[in-house]
């Protein structure tokens, strides 16, 4: 780091450590709700005989809804300029880059959730670089995302990235 990077010493320390840990329960209703209001109706989430005869246990909870399964709601006075809260970033603040955007996230699903599955959710800063774009410098974030059931068992895993700007 040089003495105008846009990655202060706090931030890059942080590298490899864990930025976010949360638990939540998967439960039926709650993500046949939510699939509903997405307009997402995979009769695997609503049928169990569907899901029996594709070779699932039961009705298996939509693998993106497992991180809604996790974080809390966040009331919308604490919520950034973003939009977002900052409780799965690890509070990194960036004072030289302030400005935020995401950068984009994919996600490998491993095995299904049920319900009342207890899930965790482990996210660790995996980099911080500098960059040069376009249009100037910029800060490229990325974290590595496991969600595990009660067992240990890893139900997917996820690459984020954010990008900070000056």
């Given at each position: 780091?040089?003495?105008?990077?846009?990655?202060?010493?706090?931030?890059?320390?942080?590298?490899?450590?864990?930025?976010?840990?949360?638990?939540?329960?998967?439960?039926?209703?709650?993500?046949?709700?939510?699939?509903?209001?997405?307009?997402?109706?995979?009769?695997?989430?609503?049928d169990?005989?569907?899901?029996?005869?594709?070779?699932?246990?039961?009705?298996?909870?939509?693998?993106?809804?497992?991180?809604?399964?996790?974080?809390?709601?966040a009331?919308?006075?604490?919520?950034?300029?973003?939009?977002?809260?900052?409780?799965?970033?690890g509070?990194l603040?960036?004072?030289?880059?302030p400005?935020?955007?995401a950068?984009?996230?994919?996600?490998?699903?491993?095995?299904?959730?049920?319900?009342?599955?207890?899930?965790?959710?482990?996210?660790?800063?995996?980099?911080?670089?500098?960059?040069?774009?376009?249009?100037g410098?910029?800060?490229?974030?990325?974290?590595?995302?496991?969600?595990?059931?009660?067992?240990?068992?890893?139900?997917?895993?996820?690459?984020?990235?954010?990008?900070?700007?000056?």
């Amino acid at each position: 780091m040089t003495d105008d990077s846009l990655i202060d010493a706090e931030s890059a320390a942080q590298v490899g450590s864990v930025a976010a840990r949360a638990t939540g329960e998967v439960d039926r209703v709650q993500w046949q709700r939510w699939a509903a209001a997405v307009g997402d109706h995979n009769p695997l989430w609503f049928d169990a005989d569907h899901a029996r005869a594709h070779g699932y246990d039961d009705v298996v909870c939509p693998p993106l809804y497992l991180q809604y399964a996790v974080l809390g709601v966040a009331a919308l006075d604490g919520l950034r300029p973003d939009g977002s809260s900052g409780a799965v970033s690890g509070g990194l603040a960036f004072p030289r880059a302030p400005r935020r955007m995401a950068g984009g996230e994919t996600t490998t699903f491993r095995l299904p959730a049920y319900h009342r599955d207890e899930v965790e959710m482990v996210r660790t800063i995996e980099s911080i670089v500098e960059k040069e774009g376009r249009s100037g410098r910029f800060v490229l974030v990325t974290w590595h995302t496991e969600y595990r059931n009660q067992h240990d068992a890893l139900l997917a895993e996820a690459t984020t990235s954010m990008i900070a700007r000056p």
